[in-house]
T-cell receptor
Framework: GQQLNQSPQSMFIQEGEDVSMNCTSS?????WLWYKQDPGEGPVLLIA?????ELTSNGRLTAQFGITRKDSFLNISASIPSDVGIYFC???????????FGDGTTLTVKP | GAVVSQHPSWVICKSGTSVKIECRSL??????MFWYRQFPKQSLMLMAT?????????EQGVEKDKFLINHASLTLSTLTVTSAHPEDSSFYIC????????????????FGNGTRLTVT
């Protein structure tokens, strides 16, 4: 089945710094989703992308749907301590297809 | 909108007993719900797709007699871990897609808050 390669696996940054993470796949996806998961809770949707080349922002978060439809990135600007958590990308390969999740990027923000 | 409620948040049970976990869509109807299992510091692993009014579809390697899924209404799916053993201890999460609001099979998944199962 489809696999998503998410990187980096973890990041340790200083408060105020910008963050960038990405997901790549050998297969084409129709939808890319980015989620954040806090410890002991379910993932919360951050951004949904539906078109190749689409660039969407949600506050300090910006995500892009790669033009090849095989990748996506998520940027967080001016990080704050509450940005700490695990960020997952997820992709839908086709209509009615099951989603595939990346392995997650664990973000630690030092005050 | 698009709230998914999962209950209980955590449960501790003895080996050999069965545990039922509920997943409800609170403000939308979900013909399909998904059940995942997540180990510490790992990604979500899809266990099965729960279909309202029909049998669930299980992923390869997931025992359907071990993990019973019932989707009796458009707002409720249940996962029962039968004859639980310590190796079944994990974080179980459900998700659902709001087809009506999203309009397609590519509509985002909305997740419950998960259930931490500990089998002693």
């Amino acid at each position: 089945g489809q696999q998503l390669n998410q990187s980096p696996q973890s990041m340790f940054i200083q408060e105020g710094e910008d963050v960038s993470m990405n997901c790549t796949s050998s297969s084409i996806f129709n939808t890319w989703l980015w989620y954040k998961q806090d410890p002991g809770e379910g993932p919360v949707l951050l951004i949904a992308l539906y078109k190749a080349g689409e660039l969407t922002s949600n506050g300090r978060l910006t995500a892009q749907f790669g033009i090849t439809r095989k990748d996506s990135f998520l940027n967080i600007s001016a990080s704050i301590p509450s940005d700490v958590g695990i960020y997952f990308c997820a992709g839908f390969p086709s209509n009615a297809g099951k989603s595939t999740f990346g392995d997650g990027t664990t973000l630690t923000v030092k005050p | 909108g698009a709230v998914v409620s999962q209950h209980p948040s955590w449960v501790i049970c003895k080996s050999g007993t069965s545990v039922k976990i509920e997943c409800r869509s609170l403000d939308f109807q979900a013909t399909t719900m998904f059940w995942y299992r997540q180990f510490p510091k790992q990604s979500l692993m899809l266990m099965a797709t729960s279909n309202e009014g029909s049998k669930a579809t299980y992923e390869q390697g997931v025992e359907k007699d071990k993990f019973l899924i019932n989707h009796a209404s458009l707002t409720l799916s249940t996962l029962t871990v039968t004859s639980a053993h310590p190796e079944d201890s994990s974080f179980y999460i459900c998700s659902a897609r709001d087809f009506l609001r999203g309009g397609s099979y590519n509509s985002p998944l909305h997740f419950g808050n998960g259930t931490r199962l500990t089998v002693t």
